[in-house]
């Protein structure tokens, strides 16, 4: 009864099938996962795009909730003309910063060509804003609100005080912490909340990634009162450069 005829055992043939099944689903999947990310370049080779089987699916165009559409894999958006070289000559060498690393978005101050557009509710409202526009939200009187309090820098120097306080409206949590510049008294600038040591003891805010006089070279968002993708990548950066690169030192190896 296992058998169709002498010669073809069934068991045989459905797990033949299995196999090839198997096989396509790994083709399939592997191949839709380069929808993201690619194509890259070989290391210390431009221009050459990693197409190693199995090969970049054809773009497709996905339907967001807001009407627009995308296409993935998207048209090539990366930043040219980096300021970074390789520090040896051998495959796989890390790279070193040529230019000004807090400004340039190498290493860790790297950032992505993200939509300079606002993050949004599902009704269409901007999501991160700060509470001078969100009226139904307030600071809980058990936690130490900011505003006011003087930000301190890596170098233990006042870079300015918080102005205001930017909640996110969708996930109720703060996102930033708005700083009135010490040095540039007309400038505001943001700070990433993860950034940001709030002390209701000390009634200040410590900031180990950056020195109080690289507030004032903080990136900007161009409407007041919102933050787009682009922006909060390159503000993020800005602050995770300085992790690295505030001062000469910091980039130089522990032993």
Not at 56 to 79: M, Q, S, W, Y
Request: hydrophobic content about 40%; aromatic content about 10%; overall charge negative.
């Amino acid at each position: 009864m296992a058998e169709i005829t002498g010669y073809i055992d069934f068991a045989q043939v459905l797990l033949y099938v299995f196999w090839a099944f198997f096989a396509g689903l790994v083709f399939y999947l592997v191949r839709e996962g380069k929808r993201e990310g690619y194509p890259v370049v070989y290391d210390g080779e431009q221009n050459r795009p990693y197409t190693d089987f199995p090969p970049i699916p054809k773009p497709k165009k996905f339907l967001l909730h807001d009407g627009t559409t995308v296409e993935a894999p998207a048209a090539p958006n990366e930043r040219d003309n980096l300021n970074l070289e390789p520090s040896a000559k051998w495959q796989g060498a890390p790279f070193i910063p040529t230019g000004d690393p807090m400004l340039d978005g190498v290493g860790p101050g790297s950032y992505a060509l993200r939509k300079n557009v606002p993050d949004l509710l599902p009704d269409g409202e901007i999501k991160i804003v700060p509470l001078r526009d969100a009226s139904s939200f307030s600071i809980s009187s058990r936690d130490p609100d900011p505003r006011g309090m003087d930000v301190i820098g890596a170098d233990g120097l006042i870079a300015g005080k918080i102005s205001d306080v930017w909640v996110d409206r969708g996930e109720f949590i703060i996102r930033y912490l708005e700083v009135a510049v010490k040095d540039k008294p007309a400038k505001r600038v943001l700070l990433p909340i993860m950034f940001a040591e709030i002390s209701g003891s000390r009634n200040d805010v410590r900031v180990n990634a950056i020195l109080a006089s690289q507030f004032a070279d903080v990136p900007t968002v161009a409407t007041p009162g919102q933050v787009t993708f682009l922006e909060e990548d390159r503000i993020c950066a800005y602050y995770g450069a300085g992790t690295l690169y505030a001062w000469e030192e910091r980039a130089d190896p522990l032993l």
